[in-house]
């Protein structure tokens, strides 16, 4: 079974410019959660999908910050306009129905650097 | 006052000594309790779910308290291969199902 995949694995770019995250979660899997972990910062929750719909978007930190998972399956986050306290390591994780916090897998996460 | 609070360490012991971590919660309602392994630059994996009644798998046993809200993780015989960081996590049971709050992380490392 193929696990969580995360794309890309590193990014490196301008404050100010636009950097769009992908996940694609095992397939079947209808949870789907963001998590970041900021540099000497626990890692922190940003939202939960429910196949195409979200769940729980209590821990997105600003409008810059825009999740999608169209047609229930991979996800995208998208932050535009990025700034410097955006770098850390996104970590995108999935568990089927009925699983809930049980069942998480993740995956080796986005490692963002906004300069 | 953090949802999660863990001591961050570094804990570092020799090889086959037993190590304990702890883990406080603020919330009383929450529901599950974990603990998760995390390589250096990797991402968490699940060590152990951990339940009222104590679980134990292999060298590590994991307890929670609910009255006192702490969750704790005992490594017996460490090895060389047990050092990373280990995160305790909690679902806060209250609006979203399935969320999970992490603390810090506490750094652990055996020597030789």
């Known amino acids: 079974e193929a696990g969580v995949t995360q794309f890309p694995s590193h990014s490196v770019i301008e404050k100010g410019q636009t950097v769009t995250l992908r996940c694609d979660p095992i397939?079947?899997?209808?949870?789907l959660y963001w998590y970041r972990r900021v540099m000497g910062k626990e890692i922190k929750f940003l939202l939960h999908?429910?196949?195409?719909?979200?769940?729980?978007e209590s821990g997105m930190p600003n409008n810059r910050f825009l999740a999608e998972r169209t047609g229930g399956t991979y996800s995208t986050l998208k932050v535009q306009p990025a700034e410097l306290e955006d770098s850390g390591v996104y970590f995108c994780?999935?568990?089927?129905?009925?699983?809930?916090?049980?069942?998480?897998?993740f995956g080796s996460g986005t490692r963002l650097t906004v300069v | 006052r953090k949802e999660v609070e863990q001591d961050p360490g570094p804990f570092n012991v020799p090889e086959g000594a037993t190590v304990a971590f702890n883990c406080t919660y603020s919330?009383?309602?929450?529901?599950?309790f974990f603990w998760y392994r995390q390589d250096c630059r990797k991402e968490p994996k699940l060590l152990m779910s951990?339940?009222?009644s104590g679980n134990e798998d292999g060298r590590f046993t994991a307890q929670l308290n609910r009255a006192s809200q702490y969750i704790s993780l005992l490594i017996r015989d460490s090895k060389l291969s047990d050092s990373a960081t280990y995160l305790c996590?909690?679902?806060?049971?209250?609006?979203?199902?399935?969320?999970?709050?992490f603390g810090s992380g506490t750094r652990l490392s055996i020597r030789p």
């Open positions: 994780a999935s568990s089927q129905d009925g699983k809930g916090p049980y069942g998480y897998t």
């Open positions: 397939s079947g899997h209808d949870n």
């Open positions: 999908f429910v196949k195409e719909s979200k769940q729980d």
């Open positions: 919330n009383s309602a929450s529901q599950s």
């Open positions: 951990v339940y009222s």
């Open positions: 996590a909690v679902n806060p049971g209250y609006s979203s199902a399935s969320k999970i709050i």
